[in-house]
């Protein structure tokens, strides 16, 4: 992946917290990190980037590990079901 792929990484206001904010180890570090995703310019994209790449943990494009593979596991569904 090129820089240019990842430009949209530079129009987050998550760039000015710390990483560890991402990563909270309970459900309130997750409400506090949505927070922060929910006004964000380029969340959709943030979101694609963490299920394109299968990231695990943190919370990307205001989503959670769990609501992730939900949404994979949706999307694996409708496309076994248009297949």
């Not at 430009?7 to 000015?16: K, L, S, T, V």
């Not at 980037?49 to 409708?78: F, P």
């Amino acid at each position: 992946m090129d820089e240019v792929e990842l430009e949209w990484m530079r129009e987050g206001p998550c760039r000015y917290y710390p990483p560890a904010a991402f990563f909270p180890s309970d459900g309130a570090g997750v409400d506090v990190a949505r927070q922060i995703c929910a006004e964000c310019p380029v969340k959709a994209e943030c979101l694609e980037y963490a299920l394109e790449n299968r990231i695990d943990h943190g919370v990307w494009g205001g989503s959670s590990e769990r609501e992730r593979r939900r949404i994979l596991r949706r999307r694996r569904q409708e496309a076994a079901a248009t297949a």
